[in-house]
């Protein structure tokens, strides 16, 4: 395990972003670094991609493993904590028990040892280091498989976005319910017009499962012998390592490392909606309620308002974020508590002026509709009115990792590329900055600027903190 002395001096702060020479994104106000990039080596279908790993436990396990099952190589494991790295490769040589895997705790090591060897990476750690990974692997000419929420900031989103078309490589977002056959025929059903004019969803959580709503605490704990906390920082500000707070999960609702409950599951329950109804900008945002609002993590409950702009003859949509186990009451879906009997603990409400849906879980695989008049609803697979609707969306082989892989050879469509990632997160991330800023706010896409409300906040939050070493 490379292990790199721990950084001292300043950081470099979100203005030192503004660099000289930097190219500024077309019809925005941010500035990047100019891309050099490598271009991604082309693949013939029978051939096997040479895959390093950058967070090998928890939700990368899942991510990983499909593609090592499938016969890609897995040629690097990099995670800040030694366990999980031993631990993967341990499975891998359970099949291969002469598999030679280079071993890192550095990500920044692993891509300067290996970039141009290297034919895909999966990045499955906190939110505040996927832009810093995947781009640095992008710039190498690796195509990159991203857990949701893809990056933590709406500066990461579109520096993502550039880079990946600058560079020609695959993307696909982790947000494995895009591949289901149920998504797919509901957004289709939805794409179809099957509830004319809607200009009202809702959208509803259980989540946060961990802790949101508290300060930071104070003092410091030893750093575990097996865990690189300097590296497992990342980019973020320096801080004391505290045992069970950040790592290895509680860090999703801290500001500086995560997006909270919203930017964890909005790419999963939103997912249907955004594309159903082909959403594309918020120009406005408001928390509306909040419970537990502090300047160091995520509200332990939200209600969060994102108006989304008129587009292809459809009106402008008011869709409502509810998380901390709120939900929409029951009176705006009387057909669902007929039929149901309860709101569900988690899905989305879309309401129009022929009729409502409503799924029942994350991922918008089942849902049910009722047409206008209906005092019931029914499966949308059921429903007799809907079943004569053609099939316009390609389905999936298998799931969504190997989606990527077959993407990557040439032999598959990618369906969560930055086309649709990056735009659906971008009203997600503006969501996450009206939960930090009081009253209502008016976002600019094309000028990539808060122009409504309280403006200072609201943009200083655009930006990440990058600390001196880890510039990307």
Partial sequence: MNRRNFLKGS????????LAGCDTLSGGTFTYPKITAMSPKKLKPNQKLNIGVIGVGGKGWSDWNPMFKNGENIVALCDTDRDQVDRGVAEIRKTNSGADVKCYSDYRKMLDDLGGKLDAVTVSTPDHTHAAAAVRAM?????VYVQKPLVRT????????KVAKESGVITQMGNQGSAGDGLRRNVELLNAGILGKVKEVHVWTNRPVWPQGFTRPIGSDPVPSNLNWDCWLGTAPLRPYKKDIYHHFKWRGFFDFGTGAFGDMACHTMNLPFRGLKLKDVVAAKCL?????NDETYP?????KLVYAARWGQPEVDL????????PSAEVMPQVIATLGAVPKTGCLIIGDKGMLCSTNDYGQEAYVALKGEQKMRSTSKHEALVDIPQSIERCKSDQYLEFVNA????????CDVDHSVPMLEGMLVGCIAQQVVGELAWNSRKQLFTGGDVAKAN???RPYIRKGFEY
């Fill in 300 to 304: 332990s409950k939200s209600i969060v």
């Fill in 320 to 327: 409502y974020w509810y998380d901390g186990n709120l939900k």
């Fill in 460 to 462: 200083s939050l655009l």
């Fill in 154 to 161: 709406i500066w990461e989103a579109r520096y993502f976005e």
């Fill in 11 to 18: 950081a470099l702060t979100t203005a030192g972003l503004t």
């Fill in 139 to 143: 710039k190498n000419g690796c195509h």
């Fill in 408 to 415: 990557v050879k040439g032999t598959e469509h990618n369906y």
């Fill in 289 to 293: 309620e909040i419970v537990d609002k």
